[in-house]
């Protein structure tokens, strides 16, 4: 334990952060578990080295990464909850308050298990790209991604930490000409060649992280860092299945070329996009999401337990661009160089930053080796070294002819054919670059398929491992997964419902029993699919047309008795289309009054004819007339279209009226002839 943590450790940051325990060194600032006295919950504390205090460089990085870590609020993120400087007599601190994550980090875990099964480093991958996708949204590069900044805290819950090399989008590309930060193992081409990051940069390290999480080991090592960096940006990183012990399924390995390809714009876009990519893949292989399982961190000297700093200290190297040669190992009579403010820790594997001095010490060629005279050994040596020279051309032009006749040989007898290559289950610009790769060219049609999920190759025709000549078309089959049942517009035929169904790759079935009546779409028409529209079937499903019957049988109403419009409105009401029928005479009803209908009440009418034809009575009710005198008994016959017959005693006709025949109230017919006695 330095100095700087005796002092610290038991005493408080600006009156409210309580330092307790030591929990990581890094290369330029320690982190201690702590308690917020003030919120009096517990926290974890970096605090930069002294030795960095006076440099505002390192005190900008410091406040950067507080800034940065602020302004994502995702919970795969780190949370950062203030930054202060302490003043003391004894000198500044420089401190970040930091969210406190019980547990270990995912290089514990390669540690303790070595290389991860398939299913639980895609687990870790998603929720590590899920949280880098929050950063790419919003305008940030991570820069720093590796196993020792994936945190893995209680209920498996991963965190990306240390985002203290993030750089904004904005001046991602403007970078320093004489350094480079980063983590060697993990850095992308073109931050090694150039110093210039975006989101594709974080696509990059994600890949060597899964390549890693797969096999256990990183894919470049060697004696430098400057070494490991020239792998980066010269070879194409290999297929994990090429060192992993167990079995990698090739989907995986295509997942991490994808991810790591040289050329930026080769990668997926962002950790979005490589987020769809991962769970395409682990659908594709049928791998479920996995708990990932908590370890604690082992004690390692540069590797900081549970929330992780820069690890290794800080160093300096350049951009590697394309003139610059590759590193000697043994580089001759290098000048004098200081000695680092730190000692190299941890190999590429820790966060550094090199100088370009750094680089051209390792580039030094022979060059610059002292002029000496030239000896008859030289000279012997020299002539010796013509004479190889000039067997050696003679020897290569033989190899040229000899390997021209070889491949002659082989097109006209085995080169010309060429084995149609694996793709079924992958992503259509996976298969599409294996059968370009395989000399061959390829046409596309989409099918359903139950199996294969929807973008994934289906079927190639001719199939894999065929034989076939170098240049043939094969046709590819792209799943559109499960057929859905189509929308049919209600009233349209049957016909047109059969053509969307065969289009789905379904069958059209009918069921007389499952049609239906409707009043509003005409008999023999659609009115439905069963199962719904939009539902998802397996291909060759049957469907049925649910066709409609017309309205649906229904009895006419009762309306006798009812006064001729009362009868209308009822039977309107009820659906039909009442017309007047001729009057009839009826002793039982009253004039104007509905006698009976056609058809009658109570019967059903099918199909679509709605009319009713209402017959009213015509019966008049015969007036009470009994004290008219027979001039107003005559009158008031005549208004009713009733005739009269005045019978009266000794002869008389204009007396009153005493009596009448019929009598009142009776309904008799028109013209009928009313007697009445008068008298006198």
Known sequence: MGTQSANLIGGLLEQRYRVNTLLARGGMSTVYRGVDTRLERPVAIKVMDPRFSDDQSFIDRFVREARTAAQLHHPGVVGVYDQGVDRSPTGDNVFLVMELVDGGTLRDLLRERGALEP???????????????????AG????????????????????????????????ANTTSDDMILGTVAYLSPEQVATGASDPRSDVYSAGILLYEMLTGVPPYAGDNPISVAYRHVNDDVPPPSEAATGSIPPALDDLVLRATRRDPALRPLDADALLAEVQMTALSLGLQTVPVPMVKSSPQPDATIRVRDDGPPTEKFSPITAATPAPLLAPTMPAPMAPPLNPPMGGPMGTRAMSRADMEANAVTARHAPIRAQSPVDRYQQQRTKSRRAFYIWMAVIVVLAAAVATTAWWLGSG??????????????????????????????????????????????????QQVRRGTSVELSISQGKPV?????????????NKLLTDQELQSLRDASKDEFSDNIPAGKVVKLLPAAGSQVNVGSGVVVVLSKGPAPKPVPSVLGLPHDQAFQKLQQAGFDPVDGPAEFSESVDTGKVIRTDPAAGQTVTGGNTQVTVIVSNAVVVPDLRGMNADDARDTLKGLNLDIDVQGFFGGKNGKVFDQDPAPGTRVKTGTKITVHVFP
């Open 416 to 465: 010309q054919w060429a084995q149609v290559p694996t793709v079924k289950g992958l992503q259509t610009s996976v298969a599409e670059q294996k059968l370009s790769d395989a000399g061959l060219k390829y046409t596309e049609k989409n099918v359903h398929s139950n199996d294969v999920a929807k973008g994934l190759v289906a079927n190639v025709d001719p199939g894999e491992q």
């Open 485 to 497: 049942v189509p929308a049919v517009p209600a009233g349209a035929d049957q016909a047109v419902a």
């Open 140 to 171: 940030l590069v991570h820069r720093d991604v590796k196993p020792e900044n994936v945190l893995i805290g209680r209920g498996g819950a991963v965190k990306v930490a240390d985002f203290g090399l993030v750089r904004a989008m904005a001046s």
């Open 119 to 137: 299913a639980l480093a895609l687990s870790v991958l998603e929720q590590v790209l899920s949280a880098l996708g929050a950063a790419h949204r």
